[in-house]
């Protein structure tokens, strides 16, 4: 089967690779139908996340056609039309009794810190993931959701990941009606956590960036106000004075590693890799958040140190929450949004690309060329 | 400077997951005190191990299921192998798993070769899309490694007033 085929840092490839088999009774084989690549699929092309061994395929946002079930698998039959959670959760640990289905302790053995992801590093559980033909899906039963009747699979495809991480970076908010909500980061993630602080009542929503063609998407998506911080001279000052001089009431960080903005967390973060990422937008949200306020992370940050302000988070009496979205646990709510057209997933995408252009994809993706918001990949199946 | 604020009661959808209990926030922990009981829950059937697999000396056993993608290898290997004698909370864990990472791009090239394969860097690093929507900065930094590379060739290989 064709399979994407990481070869180091910015280096990917599409190649042919023995199909995946059952290998624990509880196991389905997808036909993939779409996948996409995450913005946090590129802090594994960068090769900044420890453990991503060459020969891996990545991708955790894939729809599939079950093709195969194991002698366990009761819900899932063979022809079942699924999006599948990037989340690998067992369904019976401690853990994942609590919903807390991004935190399973029954599918990651190389690390403890975090439960097991498809197709992101031996950090993640080892395992590949969806940019192929085929993928293995562990505890097909407790994960995959059949995409409910009419459905687009473009919408599918994003309630696997992007939807419910900006769902839960606003839920965790806590967002009262009124509240001005500032969300650093204009990617996908970021665009529908702002979005979605709408659905939770904010009274105010404040999107910065640098990438103007994302920002202008944002205005019109969320919709929101949007700022290029290059313009603003110091962003935590100009959001004190927007915000009558106390700070926004929450704050959203959908960056993570790969922020731009401070030149000595570029350094040490990106470049010389001595941190789990670059920081900045971490760093403003807790300056810029109001004392007593939340903030929220769904930035993806590698697993060693990383300087923040932490001494300010005791000071202004902080409350940082912060986790892999646990989407099987907000799937029924997010799949009523969008019957009701309250969200609209599918108008993130602006890139469709056969599976077999995978390197130009990243590229595309990773440069922010062509007003690239949402790339997905097409297998040669689901393009006839 | 300032952008117009946006009217709340325009946007759709607006304020209908709002929620006053949701103060420090959601979600709040489904607390079951599962936890108190340790590692005792019925655990999936445990996966047959056919490849290797490092597992995190934080805990006991490998999980129930686990990936079997790309198991270690060669000198990278050796070096993951010695990173998974530290825990999670150690540098010496993650710094060395870093480092294999290095070494193990350079073994892919070399099993690539050693299999009559030789890397398309053009086509590997996705130049095609930066030709297409970016060509003027692609050629720019073509033009400057180039330049680079063959100053440094010229200086390597000059030669020496008293050769």
Redesign the interface.
């Known amino acids: 089967m064709l399979a994407m085929n990481y070869?180091?840092?910015?280096?990917?490839?599409i190649d042919e690779k023995p199909m995946p088999e059952i290998?624990?009774?509880?196991?389905a084989i997808v036909r993939v139908t779409r996948s996409c690549i995450c913005g946090s699929d590129l802090h594994l092309y960068n090769?900044s996340v420890?453990?991503?061994?060459?020969?891996?395929?990545f991708g955790h946002e894939f729809t599939g056609v079950v093709e195969q079930v194991g002698p366990?698998v009761r819900k899932l039959k063979a022809g079942d039309h699924v999006l599948v959670p990037f989340n690998?959760a067992?369904g019976?640990?401690?853990f994942c009794?609590?919903?807390l289905y991004g935190n399973c302790?029954?599918?990651?053995?190389?690390?403890?810190?975090v439960g097991?992801i498809f197709g992101y590093s031996?950090?993640a559980?080892?395992?590949?993931g969806g940019q192929a033909e085929y993928v293995r899906v562990?505890?097909a039963d407790v994960g995959p959701m059949v995409i409910p009747e009419g459905m687009d699979p473009d919408d599918a495809v994003l309630l696997t990941d992007v939807v419910p991480t900006g769902y839960?970076a606003a839920?965790?908010?806590?967002?009262?009606?009124g509240d001005t909500v500032v969300v650093f980061g204009a990617g996908p993630v970021g665009i529908m956590a702002a979005r979605c602080a709408?659905?939770?009542?904010?009274?105010?929503?404040i999107v910065i960036d640098w990438v103007e063609y994302r920002l202008e998407f944002a205005?019109k998506y969320a919709?929101?106000?949007?700022?290029d911080f290059r313009s603003l001279g110091d962003p935590v000052v100009f959001l004190k004075h927007?915000t009558d001089s106390l700070g926004a009431d929450v704050v959203i960080d959908a960056v993570g590693a790969e922020a731009a903005g401070s030149a000595m967390q570029t350094l040490l973060g990106r470049k010389l890799?001595m941190q789990g990422g670059s920081a900045t937008a971490l760093h403003w949200a807790i300056n810029s958040v109001k004392k007593g306020g939340?903030v929220?992370i769904v930035g993806v940050y590698?697993?060693?140190d990383t300087l923040v302000p932490i001494g300010n988070v005791v000071n202004k009496g902080l409350?940082l929450?912060a986790n892999q979205a646990?989407v099987k646990?907000l799937l029924p709510?997010l799949v009523e949004?969008v019957r009701?057209?309250?969200?609209d997933p599918k108008a993130l995408i602006t890139h469709r690309i056969p599976l077999e252009?995978v390197?130009?994809?990243?590229?595309?993706f990773s440069?922010k060329?062509?007003g690239c918001i949402k790339p997905v990949l097409l297998p040669p199946s689901a393009r006839n | 400077m300032?952008?117009?604020?946006?009217d709340?009661s325009r946007?759709?959808?607006?304020?209908?997951?709002?929620?006053?209990e949701?103060?420090?926030?959601?979600?709040m922990?489904?607390?079951?005190n599962?936890?108190h009981?340790g590692y005792t829950?019925?655990?999936?059937?445990q996966?047959?191990t056919?490849v290797e697999?490092?597992?995190?000396n934080?805990?006991p056993n490998?999980?129930?299921?686990?990936?079997?993608?790309?198991p270690?290898v060669a000198l990278?290997g050796m070096i993951?192998r010695l990173?998974?004698k530290y825990s999670?909370s150690s540098?010496g864990h993650?710094l060395p798993?870093?480092l294999?990472?290095?070494v193990?791009?350079v073994?892919?090239?070399l099993d690539d070769l050693a299999h009559g394969h030789v890397?398309?860097?053009i086509?590997?690093?996705?130049?095609?899309?930066?030709w297409?929507?970016?060509r003027k900065s692609l050629v720019a930094r073509v033009a400057v490694g180039a330049l680079v590379t063959s100053v440094a060739v010229a200086y390597l290989t000059r030669k020496r007033r008293d050769d």
């Open positions: 070869r180091g840092p910015l280096r990917v490839r290998l624990h009774p509880e196991d090769g420890p453990d991503t061994r060459v020969g891996m395929t366990e690998i067992c019976k640990c401690v009794q609590q919903e302790h029954e599918s990651n053995s190389q690390a403890t810190a097991g031996h950090t559980g080892g395992y590949n562990p505890y839960q839920e965790m908010g806590g967002i009262q009606k709408w659905l939770f009542g904010a009274g105010r929503v205005r919709p929101c106000e949007a700022y927007t890799l939340i929220s590698g697993p060693i409350t929450r646990s646990r709510r949004h009701k057209g309250h969200l252009h390197s130009e994809a990243y590229r595309l440069a060329l062509d | 300032e952008q117009p604020r946006i709340p946007v759709k959808g607006w304020g209908v997951d709002a929620d006053p949701n103060d420090p926030t959601y979600p922990k489904k607390r079951n599962g936890e009981a829950w019925e655990r999936p059937p996966q047959p056919g697999v490092l597992h995190s934080e805990r490998l999980t129930a299921a686990f990936g079997t993608s790309t270690p990278s993951r990173a998974f999670e540098y993650w798993l870093m294999a990472d290095r193990n791009a073994e892919g090239v890397p398309n860097l086509d590997e690093l996705g130049w095609k899309a930066e297409e929507h970016n």
